[in-house]
């Protein structure tokens, strides 16, 4: 089961706008994704997968409710050692202020937890990913754009299924060159 939203804020967005009187901070979008979840009826752990600035956010949401969380997927997205780069209003299309957070959220580990790192034109986000735990693969595809889900979705879907697999079964991601991630598009990376 696949379940996806639109952040209030985001643009363009089908979500209602939020309410003006509620902070666009790492926290906020935490516990929005949760609410929304628990008010679907969702029961975690979750594999939660990312794009570009959703790295943060799941990785935010990762600090904030560990055990909510059994794996992740990072599509071509921010890695948590960006924070306060990213975390400034203004310097994202979307307000966000991370910086109440900052350090909670640099400091997020996987431990063990499939993560599953899929690079296109942030290769150098991988390696604070992996730092970060003790089960993750990553795999690189240079030649698409950092919009690879659309370019190639089988890419991007491999990504996820591999990581959803690992959860499933309740060990350890398999190296990379076992997966299909290279039959599909990616360069395994050591």
Do not use: K, M
């Not at 516990?31 to 790295?55: C, D, I, K, Q, W």
């Not at 990785?59 to 948590?80: E, I, N, W």
């Not at 979705?153 to 997966?179: K, N, S």
Request: with cysteine; charged share 15%; glycine share 8%.
């Amino acid at each position: 089961r696949v379940c996806s939203y639109d952040r209030p804020g985001a643009l363009p967005s089908a979500s209602d706008p939020r309410p003006a009187s509620v902070a666009a901070t790492s926290a906020t979008f935490s516990r929005e994704l949760r609410t929304v979840l628990a008010n679907a009826g969702e029961r975690g752990p979750y594999l939660l997968a990312a794009h570009s600035f959703g790295g943060l956010l799941v990785s935010a949401f990762t600090a904030r409710y560990p055990d909510d969380v059994a794996g992740l997927v990072f599509v071509d997205a921010l890695a948590p050692a960006r924070t306060a780069a990213f975390g400034t209003p203004g310097v994202l299309p979307e307000t966000w202020d991370a910086r109440a957070d900052v350090a909670l959220i640099e400091s997020v580990a996987w431990g063990a937890r499939p993560v599953v790192v899929l690079t296109t034109t942030t290769p150098l986000e991988a390696p604070d990913v992996r730092r970060r735990g003790t089960n993750v693969v990553i795999a690189a595809a240079p030649q698409y754009s950092h919009f690879v889900f659309s370019d190639v979705p089988g890419l991007a879907y491999e990504a996820i299924r591999v990581a959803i697999a690992a959860v499933r079964a309740g060990g350890p991601l398999p190296a990379c060159a076992q997966t299909r991630l290279p039959q599909v598009g990616a360069r395994c990376t050591p």
